[in-house]
Each structure stands twice: as C-alpha cells, then as structure tokens.
C-alpha cells in the first residue's frame, strides 16, 4: 500500500486541521515522518457523540453543545494533541433504524457533527458505527457513509512508528447479503495488520466501533446483565461481537501483536485492563448519552511515549 495522503502541519504552528478525509485506504501524519527525536505525545479517542440521542431525535441542541464544549477543551490542551479519532456512531438517525421519514433528520445531523468536529486542532479521523451505516450492512448504505466522510477502513502512520487500524465493525456484526463486502474489508485487514508488523511497527492500534467483548474474552454471547437507556433496559449481549466472530478477530490481532483495540458503543467505560492475552480492549463512554450511572459525557486521552512501544490512558469528562 503506498501512501499519498499526507495530514498534518509540520511547521511547528499548527494550523486547524479537522475531519480528514481518507481515500485510498492509507494516510500518514505529517509529524510521523520526521526524523528528528522521538518524543512522547497524546491522542484522544471520542465515542459516539450520536447526535440525537439524548432527546430521541427530536432535537439534539444539548448534544451539540457538549460536543462544543469537548471540542474547545481538546484545542486547550497543551501540548496539543497529534490526532483525534472519532470510532463511531457519529449521529443517532439512519433510515433502517428510524424509517424513511427520518433521513432528512439524519442528514442535518451528520452536518451538524461535521461543522462541530471539524473545528478540532488536530488531524481528526472518523469511522462508521452501527447508526452511521445501519445495523446490517448494504451497499447504499456504505456508499452513503462514504460519500460524507472518505473510506470507511483505512490505516494511517501516526508518530513514533504506531500503527493504526481503523475498521468498520459492522461488517463483522452482520454483513447481511454483502458478503464480497465483508469478505474485501477481512482481506484487507489481514494485510494491513501484517504491513504493520512488516514495517517495524513499535505498536499496533486497532480502532472500531463495536467491541470484541465487553468484560472477558470467553463471555456468552447472551450475556446476563443489561445495560440502561431511561425506561429502557438493553441486554449487554446488543453491546459485542459473537463469539465465533470473537474469537477468530483476537486471534488474528494476537498473531500480530497488536496492543490496544480502541471501542465504543457501549455508552459507557470498561473496567481498566481489560485484555485478551497482550491485547487491551479499551471501550470509551460516550460523548453525549450515558448508559451508565457511574458516568459522565466525556472523551479518553492516550499518552503514547518516546519509544512508540508504551502507552498510558486516562477518561476525561467534559466540563459543562
Ligand atoms: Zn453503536
């Protein structure tokens, strides 16, 4: 895979940088190409702004704002960060979750979360979730995705040799009858974790939506404890992949040392170190609403060091 698209001010002065639009499956930070001393740097991850979903659609002013608020608290920080990544469900409304009726409502959010994340500091990557593409997947419905924002998997260089993956998990939940399409984005992905390695990658991270599994690697798929949205109580198995499908992805991310899978969806925080094997799974709550009473609207910051091959994390909630 060579690489064209590059991202990123190398000047020293940052100029505003916003949603980057992958095309060609590749891109590499300005700043990863340098040859300079290595140093130590943070990136953040954000999950599920889903704009909608705290007023089920019918308005989503409250979402906006603490996007707002979270977007200028990431542009404060100092040193700034080298880049953003959004892992889905960028807003709430799709037509096969909502109906026909909702796509125009659909489409004002999408520019809504455009015009907000696009005034981040820092190189800012997105990927698809569930409510971004529909729950089972369709040609229109990717095409749609990627028409609004670039590739929907895509793997870019960040500094210090760290390697990132970025999926769309949906094709692993259910690729409905588009099986040549799950069958390209696996193939792809096999490749893109081996160029990793190949590479003399000092750490491999891999970014999706939905997580491999929520507590433990062996869970059931049917899992026994829900998780609650107001009035209503979701069963937790809505939450992971099955465990076939499990199973197959961690083995393959453990055949290539891949250290940390970066997840939303869950609404909510994991319990830190959560692993399989090597490999943390690290689930971040939402940007907006909460399934869970234990925690705030907030984004996680990713202290990578010198080497590349370390890291720390910490959730920050967004000050109101
Ligand atoms: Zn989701």
């Avoid at 419905?141 to 895509?154: L, P, S």
């Avoid at 399409?181 to 696996?186: A, C, G, N, R, S």
């Avoid at 465990?243 to 970066?262: M, N, T």
């Amino acid at each position: 895979m060579t690489c064209k698209l590059y991202v990123g001010a190398d000047t020293g002065t940052r100029d505003r940088m916003g949603l980057v639009r992958v095309q060609g499956r590749c891109a590499q930070l300005a700043s990863s190409d340098n040859d300079a001393a290595q140093k130590s740097y943070e990136f953040v991850v954000v999950a599920d702004p889903q704009l909608g979903m705290t007023h089920a659609n019918a308005g989503w002013d409250d979402d906006v704002k603490l996007c707002n608020a979270m977007v200028a608290q990431i542009n404060a920080r100092v040193p700034p960060p080298e880049f953003v990544v959004v892992v889905g469900d960028l807003a709430h409304a799709h037509r096969d979750i909502d109906g026909d009726e909702l796509q125009h409502t659909a489409e004002a959010q999408h520019a809504d979360f455009k015009r907000c994340f696009d005034q981040l500091s820092c190189a800012t990557f997105v990927l698809p979730g569930n409510h971004d593409v529909g729950n089972v997947v369709k040609r229109s419905n990717v095409r749609e995705y990627t028409d609004r924002y670039g590739d929907d998997f895509y793997t870019f260089w960040a500094p210090n040799k760290v390697w990132c993956v970025v999926l769309n998990s949906q094709y692993l939940v259910d690729p409905g009858e588009e099986q040549s399409m799950k069958e390209e984005h696996e193939t792809w992905m096999k490749q893109a974790l081996k160029e990793g390695v190949d590479s003399g990658a000092k750490a491999i991270f891999v970014f999706m939506h939905v997580p491999p599994f929520l507590r433990d690697a062996d869970e059931p798929d049917l899992l026994e404890t829900v998780s609650h949205w107001k009035t209503f109580a979701i069963p937790d198995g809505y939450f992971h992949l099955s465990g076939g499908i499990r199973r197959e992805l961690l083995q393959l991310f453990d055949k290539f040392h891949v250290s940390a899978v970066f997840c939303g969806h869950w609404h909510q925080n994991n319990a830190p170190g959560t692993r399989y094997n090597n490999i943390e799974v690290i689930i971040t709550s939402a940007a907006c609403a909460q399934l869970s009473l234990d925690t705030k609207p907030g984004f996680r910051v990713i202290q990578v060091s010198e080497t590349g091959s370390s890291y720390t994390h910490e959730y920050i909630e967004i000050k109101q």
